[in-house]
């Protein structure tokens, strides 16, 4: 049987400071720099974050949307309306909402933010999840960020969705809790992985750290990347577990799939 207890690491209790040093690093360069296209790297006015025709290629969320998932409708549509999806087999959380669909156009962009140390990104990224996600943050009392496990942000050397978490508290004024969850057990890489196969690869990955935190609270879970939602799920079922009242998830791209669509052998929505 694996064991879920995690031994002290050095400079454990550091990490969410050297996070903000990190960050706030990047802004005050991203201030002496010119200012680069988020995507491709072309220069762009002061304060933009897209190019003309990055932003024109990235595919942005706009009503109509499902009201649970946030998927959005291909047609118009009255307002609490669901997808079929959700109405097959409703999410854990009560709400979820993206900036934008992953796909190719957008890969990039966030690969470079996820993956290349380009985490002055996070600033321009937080305005445009706090615009997506109007309804959600209004509505929130704590923002937590999916957590990574300690293996992987020592290699990677920062968690992405941290990142996101305080810049959207930032900008909105809502309390960032970035140690409200962590994860106790590493999972395999879910790329190639069916929704069943998810589910099950994170099952038991998370812990509640700050219980105090959440209590009571209705909480506003922020992630990188929402595919077929098992991650956020699980983080779901211990912040619910831990005294939650409310858990919605906020995130900067969304998967969207036709409900029949076929990922690694297995509906994403089965």
Known sequence: MENDATPARPLDALRPGLDLVRAAAGIALDALL??????CGALVGKGGALCAACWDSVGFISPP?????????DIGAGEGLLCAA???????????????R???????LVLRFKHADRTGAARHFARWMVRAGADLLADADVIAPVPLHWWRLWRRRYNQAAMLGMAVAQTSGRPCVPDALIRVRATPSQGTMGRGQRRRNVRGAFRLARPAAVEGCRI?????????????????????????AAVDVLALARVVLAPDYEYGGESLYS
Do not use: M, N, Q, W
């Not at 010119?34 to 995507?39: D, G, I, K, S």
């Not at 992953?102 to 990039?108: K, V």
């Open 102 to 108: 992953y796909d190719d156009a957008s890969r990039r």
């Open 34 to 39: 010119p200012e680069r296209c988020l995507r």
């Open 65 to 73: 949307l499902c009201d649970r998932c946030g998927s959005p409708f």
């Open 220 to 244: 506003l879970l922020i992630d990188d990347v929402l595919t077929s939602g098992a991650t956020a799920e699980e983080c779901v079922r211990v912040l619910r577990k831990g005294g939650a």
């Open 86 to 100: 959700c109405i097959a087999r409703p999410p854990e959380y009560d709400r979820a909402r993206a900036v934008f």
